[in-house]
């Protein structure tokens, strides 16, 4: 949580960190109001008996009671104490024993029963309560020998089916098309790791927070106009109604990047309800390139149609001019030097339009991974039967992968060996492959030869023969496809001459990769077919039920307590829970730059150092990312008050409205353990078996409360608590919820 928030807070509960005085939990008053109400009750008796007794004395009686009493008050009101006192230990000891203690063993064993948390009932009670305890405590022992035993059962039974869902992933990354899959309410449920390096690429400039466009749960409207996919799936239903088997539609649309996509929709169809429609997939293609290398070709077939056109007219004109036999000379040589220089320009526009399609043709190449072994030991047999030479592949890296058109790459290759060949009888070759400062150094060597340094530079530059074919590509096109470098070299120490060329490596030319997967899973976790199950767009969202909504766990690092004196937000951290199930693949992080010095208590608590914020981007730069991460779904925090507060006040100078429903973890605990004397984070998740990793990190306090909220599900509907305005009304019920900042 935040620096300064967490370091003041009293044991009782996170939210009295604001600077009003610390009020007592539940447990306390009741605590206390047992202690005092022997005290109140002697006070209420005596008062009582001395009452009725007043009534049956005379006022003479009375005054000479009182004569005999005044002395004697101190006495009185001591053995008033001594007895209050007494009663009051003693009351306290039976309540802690008889009502507090049966009490924290209902809640431990509704923690018990509902989630994977230990049992621990805590406050020692009666022998009878002990007793019930350890019997519990056994029986959840039991409880959970079985479930260890089931749990073995039904993974020795799927088997199967993991092998299913691996092969189903495994496919599913490894495909080249982006391939998305939603329910009818256009919630993503489905998406490959193409689809998400595809959606990384739409995204806005600037990566704030790493937030991407495509998640879980998440709209696919957020990217695509949802009157254009609604309309493609009512052409599907009535060719559905029509009886096709397969029927699929197709449309363009913008992003809100600016880019173009070609969208291919397919239904997906239930079993039941005679097949009726449950979702759909899309097939995504970002075609903004392609229609401007197509707009660009178009332009230059209309200009060369246009140009050439005027030119052969001219040309015509001057060819029959120069017929007519009674031309003089003057007039010859005008038409003469007409016909040159339209065949000049003639031949420049072609040569324009030639040299832009070779660059087109470079820049369509396709570059794939290869061990680059198997690229060596493909040049070596094409060099071999080409050019019947000897060719020797040594030194060459087993392990590293390129990243190349092994195609060009090879007719290259062939080219400058066909050359040494051709020109200087060199029958021998060596291929060497070697990583060098995170690229490949690829080597053709031979034997050392007097020859000049411009002869193998123009091979370079003229165009590539290998095989008996001449292409348009040069060597030197082939090289700046590859982003690479080339050059020759002599090495007379080793009697060896080569051309090195630079190659990009396998790993470091795949910019946009998926998040590593953490290592507790396999893969990342890229789809949940448990979402075709969507819930009723026009349902009101207070009565949907909270296992179906999407939330935004999210928390904040600040330079200080106090948002409405000018504390600021210095780091934002967000992940998802969706279906009931954390998303940890999907999350939101950022340093902010808050504009003010940092305090030194606030650096030994969160670790964020003054020169981590220098060059981070400032508020107005993040909330917008942050706000379209947390679009459409429902927002959790741990003393959530305090976090809201500070976007509050973001309000005016954003613009930013975060005006979703709000579900805050602490007074959920509130709501479910009311007998706790804590409800800090920390105690929470030791009461729900939630380790603490990355605590006073944003983004570690968010996972951390997004598991504490996922187990606080069950926990929820054992109580009745099922929708989510139901939870909203039990918060708001609790005396936590009166804190304000």
């Known amino acids: 949580m935040t620096t ?149 059962q039904v993974a020795q039974a799927s088997r199967a089916v993991d092998l299913e869902r691996t092969r189903l992933a495994a496919l ?24 998400r390096l595809q959606f990384q690429a739409l995204a806005p400039a600037g990566g704030i927070g790493g937030a991407e466009a495509i998640g879980l749960g998440r709209s696919i409207y957020a990217v695509l106009d949802r009157r254009l996919a609604d309309h493609a799936l009512q052409a599907v239903a009535q060719r559905l109604q029509r009886g096709e088997a397969h029927p699929c539609a197709q449309f363009v649309t913008t992003t809100p990047g600016g880019q173009l996509l070609r969208v291919q929709l397919a239904p997906v169809r239930s079993t039941a309800a005679a097949g009726a429609l449950n979702g759909f997939v899309l097939l995504l293609e970002d075609i903004t390139r392609q229609l401007a290398d197509e707009g660009e070709r178009d332009r230059l077939l209309h200009r060369l149609t246009e140009g050439q056109r005027g030119s052969l007219g001219n040309l015509h004109a001057a060819v029959e001019l120069l017929q007519e036999p009674g031309l003089d000379g003057p007039t010859r040589d005008r038409f003469l030097r007409i016909v040159r220089e339209e065949a ?238 954390l998303r940890r693949q999907e999350n939101f992080e950022q340093l902010i730059d808050p504009k003010r010095p940092l305090s030194e208590a606030g650096i030994r608590i969160h670790g964020i150092e003054p020169r981590m914020l220098q060059g981070q981007p400032d508020i107005a730069q993040v909330l917008p990312a942050f706000h379209r991460f947390a679009a459409d779904t429902v927002l959790v925090a741990h003393n959530a008050a305090f976090d809201m507060r500070f976007l509050q006040l973001k309000e005016a100078s954003t613009g930013l409205r975060f005006d979703q429903p709000v579900l805050d973890t602490l007074l959920l605990s509130a709501v479910l353990h009311p007998q706790q004397d804590s409800h800090r984070l920390e105690a929470i998740a030791e009461r729900l078996g939630v380790p603490l990793l990355g605590r006073h990190t944003a983004l570690g306090d968010a996972m951390v409360t997004a598991e504490i909220f996922v187990r606080m599900l069950p926990l929820l509907q054992a109580q009745g608590i099922t929708t989510l305005g139901q939870a909203l009304d039990a918060s708001h019920r609790t005396y936590l919820a009166r804190v304000s900042y």
């Open 344 to 581: 000049a320009a003639m031949a420049t526009l072609l040569n324009d339009a030639a040299n832009q399609g070779l660059r087109a043709l470079v820049t369509r190449w396709p570059l794939e991974d290869m061990l680059g072994t198997d690229l060596l030991a493909a040049a070596a047999r094409r060099m071999e039967s080409e050019l019947h030479a000897r060719v020797i592949c040594a030194d060459a890296d087993p392990t590293l992968w390129l990243r190349v058109d092994s195609y060009s790459l090879i007719q290259a290759l062939l080219h400058l060996a066909g050359r040494l060949s051709g020109e200087y009888g060199i029958q021998r070759f060596q291929l060497r492959l070697q990583a060098a400062a995170g690229k490949a150094q690829l080597d053709l060597v031979w034997a050392v030869q007097a020859m000049s340094t411009e002869t193998v530079t123009a091979w370079e530059t003229e165009p590539l023969q290998a095989g008996g074919q001449t292409s348009g590509l040069t060597v030197r096109d082939v090289v700046e496809r590859h982003g690479g470098a080339l050059w020759f070299e002599r090495a007379r120490a080793r009697q060896e001459a080569f051309f090195r060329f630079l190659l990009p490596r396998a790993a470091d030319a795949a910019a946009w990769q998926p998040a590593p997967a953490p290592l507790d899973a396999s893969r990342p976790e890229f789809y949940d077919f448990d979402l075709f199950a969507h819930a009723d767009p026009a349902a009101d969202e207070a009565q949907r039920p909270l296992a179906s909504l999407v939330y935004t766990v999210f928390d904040t690092e600040t330079t200080g307590l106090s948002p409405s004196e000018g504390d600021e937000i210095i780091q934002i951290g967000a992940t998802r829970v969706v279906a009931g199930r």
């Open 4 to 152: 300064a928030r967490d370091a003041p807070r009293p044991a009782s509960a996170d939210a009295a960190a604001s600077a009003r005085p610390a009020r007592l939990g539940p447990v306390k008053r009741q605590e206390a109001v047992v202690a005092l109400a022997p005290a109140m009750l002697l006070a209420g008796l005596a008062a009582a008996l001395g009452g009725v007794l007043a009534l049956t004395l005379s006022p003479a009686e009375r005054g000479l009671a009182w004569k005999l009493m005044e002395p004697r008050a101190a006495i009185v009101v001591a053995l008033w104490a001594l007895a209050s006192l007494g009663a009051g230990v003693v009351l306290l000891r039976l309540w802690r024993l008889y009502a507090a203690g049966p009490a924290r063993l209902a809640e431990a064993l509704q923690m018990a029963v509902a989630t994977d948390a230990p049992f621990e009932p805590g406050m020692p009670g009666t022998a009878g309560t002990r007793a019930l305890a350890q019997g519990i405590q056994a029986l959840v022992a039991q409880r959970d020998l079985l479930r260890r035993d089931m749990a073995a």
């Open 172 to 195: 599913m990354a490894e495909l080249a098309q982006s391939v998305v899959v939603c329910n009818l309410d256009g919630r993503v449920l489905l998406f490959n790791a193409q689809a």
